[in-house]
Every structure is written in structure tokens, then in C-alpha cells.
């Protein structure tokens, strides 16, 4: 009976041990940060003409880590699975255009909205499509996962849309646009925004937008301390004019909500 006890504490303390590793960084990693991001999400986090990471959410994020004495490091994923990376602990954050929606808030923890957006159906300039009733037996594609898909789903367009084609990301899906494949595409206009600067004359925004929206940094639930000094570390750039400058890089104009 000693024998057994005793091999049962052991046992206890080893799955304990693991546990306990598993659940919180210690030494070295205990001042890094892993960013779940997608790298074709300009401009918000996308990659240059030197396949470098950058845009005004890697920016914002290094600002923040340098705030937090935490060193970052950006780990592109599939946005499809961005919960489950996170929740799975293989990333710390996810922070790359996140949409807060109500269906997150019940997977992640957010921190406060630090910029609006919306989702908007970009078109080609030449095509005849001017407003959401257009949308009327047309293909229309957008990104897989992504809030473009949930503003479509809950709109009343959604029905009358011949097919919707689904996208790993939306360089995709503009590029089947350019070419015709598709009619539409339901996009955060963030991202329409800097690709018709990019290729002036090739795409316009219809009408009217399907729905506003904020973005935020997803924390992992139970993980308040992280969301607490994060958000307070975002407060600090508001105040001491650091974020602005980073909008100003990015937008032309500071857009970082307060």
C-alpha cells in the first residue's frame, strides 16, 4: 500500500508539473509575445517587395510590446483557425484586423476597439453593379472565417446571391475579380481602400456598406492579467501620441479610437 501511495504522489506531482508548464511561460518566454496574424492583410499586416512583415497593426504591436518589455514575434496562421491557435496556446494573441463581433466575445477576450471599420462589396469600375440590390444573382466571394461572411450571412442580400465563393485570403479573392471569375467581393474597407490606392481605376465601392464595425486584439479567456496589461499599454500610446503616429504613417490621418 506504501508502494502504490507513494508511486500515486509521484504520478500526481509529474501530471501537475506538465500541467502547470503547459498553462503559463516561464524564463524566456515569459517576455515574448506570439502574434497570430495573416500576412495578406494589407494594410493592416501584410509582407513587401522584401517579403517583410509590416502595416499598422505590426507597427502598433511592436509599439505595444516595447511599452510592455515584451519582445514580439508574428506568427502568420489560417484565419479560419485563429481561435483554436489561441486557445490551443500556440499563439498569445490574435491581432491582425480582428472584428469584435458577439459570436467571438464568447471564444476570446478583447481588448477595447482601437480602430472602425466596415464591410463594404467592392466591383469592378467598369461594371454596371451600383448598389446591394445588384447583388441580385451575382457571384460574390470574400474570405473564409472572416466578419465579411458574417455581415453577409445576417444582411438580406444573402438569398438573392447566386453563389458565394470562399477564400483563403483576399488577395485571392480581388485577383478572381480583376479576371472576372467573380462579381463582387464583401470586404473590410480598411483593405478595399489600400488596394484601389494601389491599382487606381480597377475596382469601386458600391453604394452602400453592409455593416460598421470595430477592431480588437483577441486575448485568450481566462487570461485577464495579459488583457489588462495589454489594454494599458494601448492607453499609454493613446496618450502620449504614439499611436497617432503610427495612423498617420499608415492612414494619412489618425484614426485610433480613444
Known amino acids: 500500500m506504501k508502494k502504490f501511495a507513494l508511486l500515486s504522489l509521484l504520478v500526481g506531482a509529474v501530471f501537475s508539473l506538465v500541467v502547470g508548464c503547459g498553462s503559463q511561460k516561464t524564463g524566456a518566454d515569459a517576455n515574448k509575445l506570439i502574434i497570430g496574424i495573416d500576412d495578406k492583410f494589407a494594410p493592416m499586416g501584410f509582407r513587401d517587395e522584401k517579403n517583410e512583415l509590416v502595416g499598422f497593426d505590426i507597427d502598433y504591436a511592436r509599439a505595444a510590446g516595447e511599452k510592455m518589455g515584451k519582445q514580439v514575434e508574428f506568427q502568420p496562421i489560417d484565419w479560419g483557425s485563429k481561435e483554436s491557435e489561441l486557445n490551443s496556446g500556440r499563439i498569445d494573441l490574435i491581432w491582425n484586423g480582428y ?11 478583447f481588448t477595447k476597439p482601437y480602430l472602425q471599420n466596415a464591410q463594404v462589396v467592392v466591383t469592378l469600375a467598369n461594371s454596371d453593379m451600383k448598389k446591394l440590390a445588384d447583388l ?3 457571384v460574390v466571394g470574400l474570405q473564409k472565417m472572416s466578419s465579411a461572411a458574417d455581415a453577409l450571412n445576417a444582411s438580406e442580400w444573402k438569398d438573392q446571391i447566386k453563389t458565394i465563393t470562399e477564400f483563403p485570403d483576399n488577395v485571392l479573392a480581388l485577383s478572381d475579380l480583376k479576371i472576372g471569375r467573380i462579381d463582387a467581393v464583401v470586404i473590410d474597407q480598411v483593405v478595399a481602400d489600400y488596394y484601389m490606392t494601389k491599382d487606381q481605376g480597377t475596382f ?4 452602400e456598406s453592409l455593416s460598421p464595425e470595430e477592431y480588437g486584439v483577441g486575448v485568450k479567456k481566462g487570461n485577464e492579467a495579459l488583457l489588462n496589461e495589454l489594454q494599458k499599454a494601448l492607453d499609454a500610446m493613446n496618450q502620449d501620441g504614439s499611436a497617432a ?9 489618425n484614426r485610433v479610437l480613444k
Open 245 to 253: 503616429k503610427i495612423s498617420e504613417k499608415w492612414f494619412g490621418e
Open 204 to 207: 469601386k465601392f458600391l453604394e
Open 99 to 109: 472584428t469584435i463581433t458577439d459570436e467571438r466575445k464568447e471564444k476570446v477576450l
Open 136 to 138: 441580385n444573382g451575382k
